[in-house]
């Protein structure tokens, strides 16, 4: 299964989010590993700070779009699940992730240029659906503050999306914490952490993605 973390906006928590489900799908007993798209290479340095005691997730990096497709084929026979860290352009590097991917969750921020954003990277989205037909998509609210009534609109607003392009919003959402930051630099999850509220949210956005890939067609 090839599950995408993108969006074309950067500081959106692609990375955080990726590596957040690859700490929680390892632990649950997948086999995972994470491919670093970005040429910040996030995931990469992510995992240079990870114990070797802690559960063993690869991580690789292939910033060339040219090279993504037969080294995407080659993971997925070899891995239950292959996480894209997707790089924030409207790039033919996206356009190669979006044909690859079985599933695209897209973190966003309820901000209104985080929204407006979004616009057109599912404009590159619905053309790349007409040739990946079993494309799944679904935006995850990321850093969500349910007391801001704007987050209350943007959520409303992004009802809309579904409609007009097939693209569900997931039920979990990720809330502002500190603990993803501490733990990114540690090489951890927030799974692995010490906030159980953070280690709840994340655990429940797994499982609601593991209910996608059970029921994929």
Sequence with gaps: MII???????????????????VCFVNMGYKVCIVDTD???????????RSDELPNIPVFGITEAGALPN???????????????????LSKMTSKILLLSNIT???TLLSGADFWAIEPFVERLSETQVINESLQSYILCNKFDSRINLEKTVVSALKAFEEDFNIKTLDSKIKQRV????????????????????KTEIIALTNE???IIENFN
């Excluded at 995408?4 to 690859?22: D, E, F, P």
């Excluded at 040429?39 to 700070?49: G, P, V």
């Excluded at 080294?71 to 790089?87: A, E, P, R």
């Design 4 to 22: 995408s973390i993108t969006n074309l906006k950067g500081g959106v928590g692609k990375s955080t989010i990726c590596q957040n489900l690859a």
């Design 105 to 107: 969750i897209i973190p």
């Design 209 to 211: 993605i593991q209910s």
């Design 179 to 198: 603990i993803y930051k501490d733990s990114m630099l540690k090489g951890l999850g927030v799974y692995e952490a010490t906030d159980p509220k953070a």
């Design 39 to 49: 040429t910040n290479q996030t995931s990469m340095k992510w995992i240079s700070f």
């Design 71 to 89: 080294n995407i084929k080659i993971l997925n026979k070899d891995y239950d699940i292959v996480l894209i860290d997707g790089t924030p352009s």
